[in-house]
């Protein structure tokens, strides 16, 4: 169990510029989840998938959003056109089942200049 | 919808003596999990104590204990035995048939040496 990883850890990008975020579960895992945390507050939800299928969109996730699960093992998350407000630590999680512990990853910090 | 209130910005408690966050939580929901996660500066976040709503036992891990009230929708942690490391953003989090978790803003924790 080498725990859930994310990649890259920091990411300082211009506005209007596309970024794309990787996740590893733990191997397991067939849950994963992704959450936004912006400075001082909880993260919020954003998606989440089981195996491939992607089941739940928040209404956070704008049409820039878009997350990808290929094959049920690792995902992405992309977001076109970045904004300032965009600007966040993204934090993946991963779970056997519904109801088990959610364990995150490191997180990737968004800065958009 | 589910939502979860920390009422406590920041706490904080001398090294060796206990402190309790308060947490509130509502819900519609019959079947619900309860969670304190731990996030300490810069470093990932991760699992302090688990709650099934159904389980009338508070549950405990160690110096960490949960004064879990049903129906009072709340949910507070009791750290014992206070420690250095201890120190960091605590979040409390409800989980419900959506699989998302829904955060708290969380308290900042400071132990004094």
């Known amino acids: 169990d080498t725990g859930v990883s994310q990649d890259p850890r920091h990411k300082i990008t211009k506005r209007g510029q596309n970024v794309t975020f990787r996740c590893d579960p733990i191997?397991?895992?067939?849950?994963l989840y992704w959450y936004r945390q912006t400075l001082g507050q909880g993260p919020e939800f954003l998606t989440y998938?089981?195996?491939?299928?992607?089941?739940?969109k928040s209404r956070l996730l704008s049409d820039r959003f878009s997350a990808e699960r290929p094959k049920g093992s690792f995902s992405t998350l992309e977001i076109q056109r970045t904004e300032q407000g965009d600007s966040a630590m993204y934090l993946c999680?991963?779970?056997?089942?519904?109801?088990?512990?959610?364990?995150f990853g490191p997180g990737t910090r968004l800065t958009v200049l | 919808a589910q939502t979860v209130t920390q009422s406590q910005p920041e706490m904080s408690v001398q090294e060796a003596e206990t402190v309790t966050l308060s947490c509130t939580y509502d819900?519609?929901?019959?079947?619900?999990?309860l969670f304190w996660y731990k996030q300490p500066p810069s470093r990932q976040m991760i699992l302090v104590i688990r709650?099934?709503?159904?389980?009338?036992q508070n549950a405990t891990e160690n110096r960490f204990s949960v004064n879990f009230q049903k129906a009072a929708k709340s949910f507070s942690l009791k750290i014992s035995d206070s420690q250095l490391g201890d120190a960091a953003m605590y979040f409390c989090?409800?989980?419900?048939?959506?699989?998302?978790?829904?955060f708290g803003k969380g308290t900042k924790l400071t132990v004094n040496p």
């Open positions: 999680a991963s779970t056997r089942g519904g109801g088990d512990t959610q364990y």
């Open positions: 191997s397991e895992h067939n849950r």
């Open positions: 998938f089981q195996n491939e299928a992607q089941l739940e």
């Open positions: 819900t519609s929901e019959s079947d619900y999990y």
């Open positions: 709650q099934e709503a159904y389980k009338q």
């Open positions: 989090a409800s989980q419900g048939g959506s699989e998302k978790l829904v």
